[in-house]
C-alpha cells in the first residue's frame, strides 16, 4: 500500500507496458519512424496515446480538437476511438512530419475524419466560430500559449467537455523558482491558475510528462 504516487524505474515502466500497453503494429511503426526524427521528442508516449483513446470512449466524443499533431501518433489515436461520423480538427504548422502524419492516416482508414489545419494554432482556433460544440481538445503544442490555449478550450467546448494539456510535469522544469524559458514560465502559469479555476473540474496525473485533465464546469 502506498499514499502517493509511485516512482516508477525502467523495469517498472516495462511491465506497465507490458501488461497494459495495447498499441496496433501501426501505431508501432509510426512510433518507430518518429524516433529516427531529431524532433522526436515531440512524440507522446504510447501509454498516453491509448489513454488519449480511452478518453474519447469514455467521453464519447464526436468532435475533436488537437493543438500540436507532429507525425499524427496522438490524432491516430483519437480518430481511431471516434464514431465513424465523427470529426478531429488536427492544428500545426507546415513541416516535413505532416507527410508522414497524412500517410499513417491513410493506412489506417481514418483520414476522412481528420481536418489538419497548417496555420498558428491561435490563429486557427480564433477563426472557429463554434462555441461549445466540442467535446474533447488535446493540447500538446508551443507551451508559452497554454494559457490562451485553455481559453480558447474553455469558448469552444461544450459543457462536461474535457480539455487534456500534455507536459504538464514538464520534466521537473516547473520546480524552477526563476525559469528562464518562457515555455516554463507559463506552464507554471496555467498550473497554478488551473488550482483555483471554477470553470473546471481539475485532475492532474504523472502519466507522460504531466497530463492535466479539465472537464469544463
Not at 489513454?51 to 469514455?58: D, N, P, Y
Amino acid at each position: 500500500m502506498t499514499a502517493r504516487t509511485l516512482n516508477l524505474d525502467d523495469s517498472l515502466y516495462q511491465y506497465l507496458l507490458d501488461v497494459s500497453l495495447r498499441e496496433t503494429p501501426l501505431l508501432k511503426r509510426l512510433r518507430d519512424e518518429t524516433q529516427a526524427l531529431p524532433m522526436a521528442r515531440w512524440q507522446v508516449a504510447p501509454e498516453q496515446g491509448q489513454f488519449l483513446t480511452l478518453m474519447v470512449k469514455l467521453t464519447g466524443a464526436r468532435r475533436i480538437l488537437e493543438v500540436g499533431t507532429f507525425t499524427g501518433y496522438s490524432a491516430l489515436c483519437m480518430a481511431a476511438a471516434l464514431p465513424e461520423e465523427g470529426a478531429l480538427i488536427c492544428c500545426d504548422i507546415a513541416g516535413d512530419y505532416n507527410a508522414i502524419a497524412r500517410r499513417y492516416w491513410q493506412e489506417a482508414g481514418v483520414a476522412d475524419r481528420i481536418d489538419l489545419r497548417l496555420a498558428p494554432a491561435l490563429q486557427t482556433l480564433s477563426a472557429l466560430d463554434e462555441p461549445g460544440r466540442f467535446d474533447l481538445m488535446f493540447i500538446d503544442a508551443d507551451k508559452a500559449n497554454y494559457p490562451a490555449y485553455l481559453e480558447h478550450a474553455l469558448r469552444l467546448l461544450r459543457t462536461g467537455g474535457l480539455a487534456i494539456f500534455d507536459n504538464t510535469l514538464w520534466s521537473g522544469r516547473v520546480l524552477e523558482a526563476d525559469p528562464e524559458s518562457a515555455d516554463t514560465r507559463a506552464i507554471q502559469v496555467l498550473n497554478r491558475a488551473l488550482k483555483d479555476d471554477a470553470r473546471v473540474d481539475l485532475s492532474l496525473l504523472p502519466l507522460g510528462d504531466g497530463l492535466t485533465l479539465c472537464r469544463k464546469r
